[in-house]
């Protein structure tokens, strides 16, 4: 396995609990949109076996043509003890990165695509419509449905509609607004419907898809193989 030590060279406070760290990309190191990578805090492999809590399975919220890659995520003022440390880092300070996959690369198939997701889960979300905006082949269109109950909506200069490229956006803050867009998106018999967010908010997805007669093929989950027979 190898393990790539870089630096924080910019830290961005998107919202008032959400940051963004933007890390020197070594040499190497290729991702593609929808990738998530294993970050991990100085001192996770020090001992004779990895601190399993300097370690966390974090998506990359940027592409490899931005010249950055960039960690998204959300810091609460009562946080584990990786956020803890991570809140007081600096620019130059040492992180690493391994084990980096896609599981939810966009899929150029002449479809819609409807891009789901809760709060920060936007993060996976950011690369794939970048990447779509940058060259629409394959793709009919895109939507993206985020909720997010803090109103303090992420990346809105990525995701703003624009109807000339076929992509719209919608932001809404409560439950009831979010699972009722969703059905309406059902009525969409081909399309493919990404979900990302905690594991509840999969399975309530999941189960409103399924009622309007979405196919489990149809539903793309930020989970590797194995994991997807627990959710579909």
């Known amino acids: 396995m190898q393990i790539y030590w870089t ?38 492999n020090s001992g004779d076996t990895p601190n399993r809590s300097l370690v966390r399975h974090m998506s990359i919220s940027t592409l490899p043509h931005e010249n950055t890659i960039g960690i998204t995520t959300r810091i609460r003022e009562q946080c584990s003890e990786f956020k803890t440390i991570l809140k007081d880092l600096k620019v130059g300070s040492d992180v690493a990165l391994f084990k980096t996959h896609s599981n939810v690369p966009l899929k150029r198939q002449g479809k819609n695509v409807y891009l789901l997701s809760s709060g920060v889960g936007l993060a996976t979300f950011r690369p794939l419509v970048l990447d779509y905006l940058n060259r629409a082949d394959d793709v009919n269109q895109i939507h993206s449905l985020n909720i997010d109950s803090s109103k303090e909506f992420l990346f809105t200069d990525v995701f703003a509609s624009d109807p000339d490229q076929k992509f719209t956006s919608k932001f809404v803050d409560n439950r009831t607004d979010y ?29 409103v898809l399924q009622e309007q007669g979405i196919q489990a093929d149809q539903i793309m989950l930020d989970k590797h193989d194995h994991q997807l027979a627990e959710f579909l």
């Open 179 to 207: 699972y009722e867009e969703v059905k309406n998106l059902g009525a969409d018999k081909d399309g493919l419907y990404y979900v990302v967010g905690g594991d509840e908010f999969l399975m309530q997805n999941i189960a």
């Open 7 to 44: 630096k924080i060279t910019e830290i961005i406070q998107e919202t008032s609990e959400v940051t963004t760290y933007l890390l020197e990309c070594p040499q190497d190191f290729t991702w593609e949109e929808g990738s998530h990578t294993h970050f991990a805090l100085q001192g996770f």
